[in-house]
């Protein structure tokens, strides 16, 4: 939950989002639901439901990913579940633990940003057959609630099980002033620009967030939110119900907007009734009607202004998104002492903030344009695409001049794009062809007003050197320098070498008996100069000036006598970045052929086989279960890894089945592991 605070010494905070973890670190599913004593509450609580949630956020010019929980409470024999917003925001994957400890998949009906509430759908065809049917919490009236009326907080903190804490109402409409506690934003919205929220003293904690308020008598009187130094904030269950109720018929709620921003009546008007227009957006219903700033507003549509402060700013805001769009609503207003009615007929609201998109061949997030950042950015029309994050490494992080968070990107090569669809398209278009996926662009970018011309070179995919080196001469062993003192404390007189410490299995290093001990004096009777602990290198130089297959007389030192043994050098092995190599976009996680160092470095057998993980992207699918660098696959869905067209089969007949899991053994540090990737966030949204 993203907060602007004015003052920090105000501790507000949020439940639902202050225990997102990396996904790898999710804990276990909870056991089966606690004994409840009192008959009330034990009704109510198969009615709960924990939420876990893989969300997706810009972060380095791509979409990573994140683990995070909250709580929710079942509405409808149909699985509707209510929770806050701020719970499902930015939500790719959904999946509800249940009072039993069983879980079901999810999906998002709609979210209210302005109110934090969002209503997900279980996918009760994953219930067992015969399951009994779900226990449904009813709605109370919360605008009967009292001061000091007994409540109770359910939900799951800390992400572990449902439970209960026990309180009582301090402030059934509390308004959070600005000067104090800062506005609540969340996607671009002031949530407290509409919520009057019930104050309590239920204790919640981190993971409570979307779970249900309830009174004595078992019914939903709040949706728990936020917290407050120690007490809770619950939204208003009558609230809560119309917006659930929007969300589940429409998708999402529908509001009118006259484009007037209200604040409250100003001290040095001598306070009173009504609120204040501070703004009045330019071409709005609300201008049209000929409303100006400065007017005092006193009532909508018949409906007084309350006159309590703050309170009338969320009233106001109330009254004008109570009305659907197209209606024609009188506002009452006081402008130079003289009282008159304007006519404002509403326009849709439209959301402050549009998705997060992922571009690929930009190295960037990107978001279409709304009404609100075309305002507050003073853009002149909605033409363009908002850029929201990019990757230094990237096209646009490289681009000249690099493209910058909060440039609106106008035209590639001259061509216009209005809106993240079209940029998609064409970005595919231009790339399809690309000699070696890579095309150079020219981007026409606005920046601080400004139009600004910046080459990008565009690419379909990572970069990765594979130009064959040549290879030359090789001893299948690694050594240490002889220092000075090393050379003393062997019995050694002799002012350089290099001190054998592994023998690589099947080389003609072991072929020709050489071990672990011998120290180097000389090749071909050229002395081997290793004197210093930096002169790590001096021994592999100076084979690298021999051909491959040559024999080399050896003069060695071993166990007190002085040796000659030929050697026959082989050719280097094949280097990491030459050997083939696999990326799994979706998935995010690359894997190539065991190089011969890998089997070195990692101490695998030679008789070793799989594909190693050669990165995981963090915070992408494939880190998200757990798969790590250097994690060695050694079977994909049971079946033996040995090439990566193994692997791409498995992956691809995984794909094609639908499946909802692909499981990997991987060897990891000596022993083995199942790694089981969620294939399900993966495939493309119907």
């Given at each position: 939950m993203r907060f602007s605070l004015r003052r920090v010494a105000v501790v507000l905070f949020s439940f639902g989002l202050a225990g997102a973890v990396p996904a790898a670190a999710a804990p276990a599913a909870p056991a089966p639901g606690p004994a409840v004593a009192d008959p009330m509450l034990a009704k109510l609580f198969p009615s709960i439901v924990r939420i876990e949630v893989i969300r997706l956020r810009p972060s380095d010019?791509?979409?990573?990913?994140?683990?995070?929980?909250?709580?929710?409470?079942?509405?409808?024999?149909?699985?509707?579940?209510?929770?806050?917003?701020?719970?499902?925001?930015?939500?790719?994957?959904?999946?509800?633990?249940?009072?039993?400890?069983?879980?079901?998949?999810?999906?998002?009906?709609?979210?209210?940003?302005?109110?934090?509430?969002?209503?997900?759908?279980?996918?009760?065809?994953?219930?067992?057959?015969?399951?009994?049917?779900?226990?449904?919490?009813?709605?109370?009236?919360?605008?009967?609630?009292?001061?000091?009326?007994?409540v109770f907080a359910?939900?799951?903190?800390?992400?572990?099980?449902?439970?209960?804490?026990?309180?009582?109402?301090?402030?059934?409409?509390?308004?959070?002033?600005?000067?104090?506690?800062?506005?609540?934003?969340?996607?671009?919205?002031?949530?407290?620009?509409?919520?009057?929220?019930?104050?309590?003293?239920?204790?919640?904690?981190?993971?409570?967030?979307?779970?249900p308020l309830v009174n004595s008598k078992g019914e939903i009187i709040g949706i728990n939110e936020i917290?407050?130094?120690?007490?809770?904030?619950?939204?208003?269950?009558?609230?809560?119900?119309?917006?659930?109720e929007s969300i589940i018929r429409d998708g999402r709620v529908i509001r009118g907007w006259s484009g007037v921003t209200v604040q409250p009546r100003l001290e040095a008007d001598g306070g009173g009734a009504g609120v204040i227009a501070g703004d009045v957006a330019k071409g709005s219903p609300a201008e049209t009607a000929g409303l100006r700033p400065g007017d005092l507003i006193f009532a909508v549509g018949g409906t007084a202004v309350e006159s309590a402060e703050e309170k009338a700013v969320a009233h106001f805001n109330r009254l004008e998104a109570g009305h659907a769009p197209g209606t024609e609503v009188a506002f009452e207003v006081i402008r130079a002492g003289?009282?008159?009615?304007?006519?404002?007929?509403?326009?849709?609201?439209?959301p402050a903030q549009a998705d997060d998109v992922e571009i690929g061949g930009w190295g960037a997030v990107v978001r279409n344009l709304t009404p609100r950042v075309a305002r507050d950015e003073r853009l002149p029309d909605l033409q363009g695409v908002w850029i929201e994050n990019i990757r230094p490494s990237g096209p646009s992080g490289q681009a000249e001049p690099v493209l910058r968070r909060e440039d609106v990107l106008l035209s590639v090569d001259g061509q216009k794009v209005a809106n993240v669809a079209e940029l998609r398209a064409l970005?595919?278009?231009?790339?399809?062809?690309?000699?070696?996926?890579?095309?150079?662009?020219?981007?026409?970018?606005?920046?601080?007003?400004?139009?600004?011309?910046?080459?990008?070179?565009?690419?379909?995919?990572?970069?990765?050197?594979?130009?064959?080196?040549?290879?030359?001469?090789?001893?299948?062993?690694?050594?240490?320098?002889?220092?000075?003192?090393?050379?003393?404390?062997?019995?050694?007189k002799a002012e350089g070498g290099a001190r054998l410490t592994r023998i690589y299995p099947g080389t003609k290093a072991e072929a020709a008996g050489l071990q672990v001990g011998d120290v180097i004096l000389a090749l071909d009777g050229t002395e081997?100069?290793?004197?210093?602990?930096?002169?790590?290198?001096?021994?592999?130089?100076?084979?690298?000036?021999?051909?491959?297959?040559?024999?080399?007389?050896?003069?060695?030192?071993?166990?007190?006598?002085?040796?000659?043994?030929?050697?026959?050098?082989?050719?280097?092995?094949?280097?990491?970045?030459?050997?083939?190599?696999?990326n799994d976009y979706q998935l995010e996680f690359s894997v190539r052929e065991i190089a011969f160092d890998d089997r070195v470095r990692l101490q695998l057998p030679t008789t070793a086989?799989?594909?190693?993980?050669?990165?995981?992207?963090?915070?992408?699918?494939?880190?998200?279960?757990?798969?790590?660098?250097?994690?060695l696959i050694e079977t994909a869905d049971g079946v033996a890894v040995q090439a990566l067209a193994d692997l791409k089969r498995s992956r691809d007949a995984a794909a094609t089945a639908g499946k909802d899991w692909w499981v990997l053994l991987v060897r990891r540090r000596g022993q083995t592991l199942f790694v089981e990737i969620n294939l399900k966030p993966t495939r493309p949204k119907s």
């Open positions: 010019g791509r979409l990573t990913k994140q683990w995070t929980a909250g709580s929710g409470v079942i509405i409808s024999a149909a699985g509707h579940v209510l929770t806050n917003c701020h719970v499902t925001e930015d939500g790719d994957y959904f999946r509800c633990y249940l009072f039993d400890g069983t879980h079901l998949d999810a999906k998002r009906i709609g979210e209210d940003a302005l109110t934090d509430l969002a209503v997900l759908q279980l996918d009760l065809g994953q219930r067992a057959k015969g399951a009994p049917p779900l226990v449904v919490t009813a709605f109370g009236d919360s605008d009967k609630l009292t001061a000091g009326e007994v359910l939900g799951s903190p800390g992400f572990v099980a449902q439970s209960v804490t026990r309180g009582v109402v301090a402030n059934p409409s509390m308004v959070l002033p600005e000067q104090s506690a800062g506005r609540f934003l969340l996607r671009g919205e002031n949530v407290g620009a509409l919520v009057r929220w019930i104050l309590h003293d239920a204790q919640i904690f981190g993971g409570n967030s979307g779970g917290g407050v130094f120690n007490l809770g904030g619950a939204i208003p269950g009558n609230l809560a119900r119309s917006v659930a003289a009282r008159q009615t304007l006519k404002v007929k509403l326009t849709p609201r439209e970005t595919e278009r231009l790339l399809k062809d690309a000699p070696k996926g890579v095309r150079p662009v020219l981007a026409s970018v606005r920046r601080d007003g400004a139009v600004i011309s910046s080459a990008v070179e565009l690419r379909a995919v990572d970069s990765r050197n594979t130009t064959p080196q040549v290879r030359k001469a090789w001893l299948g062993a690694s050594s240490q320098p002889l220092t000075p003192k090393l050379a003393a404390r062997l019995g050694l081997v100069a290793a004197r210093r602990a930096e002169d790590t290198d001096v021994l592999a130089r100076q084979i690298r000036q021999y051909k491959n297959g040559a024999t080399v007389a050896f003069s060695l030192w071993r166990e007190g006598n002085k040796l000659e043994v030929p050697v026959v050098l082989e050719e280097q092995p094949v280097p990491a970045a030459e050997l083939p190599w696999h086989a799989g594909v190693l993980v050669e990165s995981s992207a963090p915070a992408g699918w494939a880190s998200l279960a757990g798969l790590r660098a250097d994690d």
